[in-house]
């Protein structure tokens, strides 16, 4: 239903056509090559795969093909994550179809787009002008870490994980370990609880 209203939108507008559209990385990555789009918006929830992965990859195989991500996750814990991994700018879902077509333009354009708070945050984040503000400890994970922190918040194990990641368990394992330490948890229980906590908080 949200591709089907994007594709609406953004057909609407003078010079712009959806060339295709996918549910999965995978089928993204497939039909890229084969359409030569101009733009790719992206989600972060993706079937089959992690939405920040994909970015990685697709900005990997076609550089010259700007990324916008059009997400529900909070702006403040997901958009610099997602220019870091390679995208060219971050709006949210719930904004404005105007907001979006503007961010498709500026984007298209060769520019960057964040939302004007978050575009800030960053500044203040580069300039170090904002030491004494309090960031969210999610920050403090790699995108790997963060990734599987949500699959716990999901109630995945590891073996689970392993296998949705195609990692070894060890491998989660020594993340999770990661994970603990940084967020400074003393059990896996604790994690589990802290992971399913925050995840109700932030959908």
């Known amino acids: 239903m949200m591709r089907a209203g994007l594709t609406a939108l953004i057909g609407k507008q003078p010079g712009m056509e959806v060339c295709c559209e996918t549910g999965s990385s995978a089928e993204a990555m497939e039909e890229i090559p084969k359409h030569h789009p101009d733009l790719i918006i992206a989600d972060l929830t993706l079937?089959?795969?992690?939405?920040?992965?994909?970015?990685?990859?697709?900005?990997?195989?076609?550089?010259?093909?700007?990324?916008?991500?059009?997400?529900?996750?909070?702006?403040?814990?997901?958009?610099?994550?997602?220019?870091?991994?390679?995208?060219?700018?971050?709006?949210?879902?719930?904004?404005?179809?105007?907001?979006?077509?503007?961010?498709i333009q500026?984007?298209?354009?060769?520019?960057v787009y964040l939302s004007g708070t978050m575009a800030?945050?960053?500044?203040?984040?580069?300039?170090?002008?904002?030491?004494?503000?309090?960031?969210?400890?999610?920050?403090?994970?790699?995108?790997?870490?963060?990734?599987?922190?949500?699959?716990?918040?999901?109630?995945?194990?590891?073996?689970e994980i392993a296998q949705q990641l195609h990692i070894s368990p060890r491998t989660v394992d020594v993340h999770r370990a990661q994970i603990k330490e940084k967020l400074h948890l003393t059990s896996g229980t604790a994690l589990v609880h802290y992971a399913v906590q925050w995840l109700g908080q932030e959908s």
């Not at 992965?53 to 093909?65: G, N, P, S, T, V």
């Not at 529900?72 to 995208?87: F, P, S």
């Open 47 to 103: 079937k089959g795969g992690s939405g920040l992965e994909f970015i990685k990859d697709a900005r990997a195989l076609y550089e010259k093909i700007p990324i916008l991500v059009v997400s529900m996750h909070d702006e403040k814990i997901y958009a610099e994550r997602c220019l870091r991994a390679g995208a060219a700018g971050y709006i949210m879902k719930e904004e404005s179809g105007e907001h979006l077509i503007s961010a």
């Open 120 to 159: 800030t945050r960053i500044l203040k984040s580069v300039t170090g002008s904002n030491v004494h503000n309090v960031e969210s400890p999610m920050q403090k994970l790699t995108d790997r870490e963060f990734e599987i922190f949500q699959l716990i918040g999901q109630g995945k194990t590891a073996d």
């Open 106 to 111: 500026r984007v298209l354009d060769g520019g």
